[in-house]
């Protein structure tokens, strides 16, 4: 029995020492010694079996545990003392000045980065930029553009409207025209502005329809403004935002606060008109619509319009985007997916 727990002895305390000159951390050195030393060590359990001897062999093998306990701690001991001497080397080896890892960059959402663009381009034609409230009045959203109640264009927008209990009902505004009437009463005419942001319509979402998306209103109002000045700007902005020049057509279509109204399509930058699956074959892009300014708005916004006629137009930015790219889906910019913005 004394001699097989003597081999015991010896076998773990050379398996402590290796232990304890094999731990490349402190915290590693500190397993090993709770490992060997701890209450449920290998070297303690020996240790606890000092009763289970006869009683002349327990002195002996007494002594001869202690001693291999205490070169354990002493090795344990020595490698502690080498392992904080490294940390230490470590430490005063480091330079404060040397650049820490950088941290990941972001960068504009692509919507934004084309509002920004659209911005400048206008600006540089000598338009203002102007803001508006994104929860307006039934006044301004509809009937000052000439969109009365119960008219059916209402039913086109799919409007949210704010349970105020008020006597003025509220709306999320669902375009940007509303701001054609609030300019116009602040600065007057003649004025050029165009009104980017935000816009909500109660649409069921598929690839190309979102409850939020973003539009730039455009008003030009003036004396002797015509079709071709619009005609003129329309043009002046597509070759600016493709990087081309650009052959663009207009077709009649009804908007209220307009007359005459437009659809305006620009031949396809993708395939120069020869057809393809971003222009569906047909070789022109419906990109915008537009007209001159309906007399009625223009008399909203206290402009005579017996003296001043303009022009008005609005785009969606999502669109602009999705074309550029190449994207199939609207519901990605509002998505959250870092793939997908990754890529801009």
């Given at each position: ?8 002895l010896?076998?773990?305390?050379a ?5 304890a ?25 020996l240790?606890?079996?000092i ?49 820490g ?16 663009e ?8 000598g ?19 000439n ?9 086109l927008?799919?409007?949210?409207w ?10 999320l ?8 009437v609030?300019?116009?009463?602040r ?16 649409e069921?979402?598929?690839a ?10 455009g ?17 002046a ?28 399509d ?26 001159l ?52």
């Open positions: 029995m004394s001699d097989d727990l003597t081999g015991a010896e076998q773990a305390a398996q402590a020492r290796e232990a000159r094999a731990a490349r951390s402190l915290d590693e050195l500190e397993e090993v010694r709770t490992a060997h030393l701890g209450r449920k060590g290998a070297l303690t359990a240790l606890r079996q009763g289970t001897l006869p009683p002349e062999k327990r002195g002996a093998f007494g002594k001869l545990a202690n001693e291999r306990k205490r070169e354990v701690e002493e090795q344990f001991a020595g490698r502690e003392r080498e392992l904080a001497a490294a940390r230490l080397r470590s430490v005063l080896d480091f330079d404060p000045t040397t650049p890892p950088r941290p990941a960059r972001g960068h504009e959402h692509p919507v934004l980065a084309m509002l920004r659209i911005e400048d381009i206008f600006i540089s034609m338009f203002l930029v102007l803001a508006g409230p994104e929860v307006e009045t039934e006044y301004y959203n509809f009937e000052a553009l969109i009365p109640e119960h008219h059916p264009a209402r039913d927008q799919d409007t949210f704010m349970e105020t209990g008020a006597e003025c009902r509220w709306v505004r669902t375009h940007t025209s509303p701001m054609q609030r300019a116009l009463e600065f007057g005419a003649p004025l050029r502005a165009i009104v980017p942001g935000r816009v909500y319509r109660n069921t979402l598929d190309t329809h979102e409850a939020t998306f973003h539009q730039v209103e008003l030009m109002v003036d004396r002797g403004v015509s079709v071709a000045h619009m005609k003129g700007v329309m043009a902005f597509l070759e600016r935002l493709f990087g081309q020049k650009i052959v663009i057509r207009l077709r009649p279509h009804y908007f209220p606060f307009v007359e005459p109204g437009f659809e305006l620009f031949g396809c930058v993708f395939c120069g008109g020869a057809g393809c699956a971003i222009c569906k074959r047909s070789g022109w892009i419906e990109i915008l619509g537009c007209g300014v309906h007399p009625r708005v223009l008399r909203a916004g206290g402009v005579d319009a017996e003296e001043f006629t303009g022009f008005a137009f609005g785009v969606g930015v999502e669109r602009l985007v999705m074309m550029r790219h190449s994207i199939e889906d609207i519901r990605h910019f509002h998505s959250g997916s870092l793939r997908f913005f990754e890529q801009f």
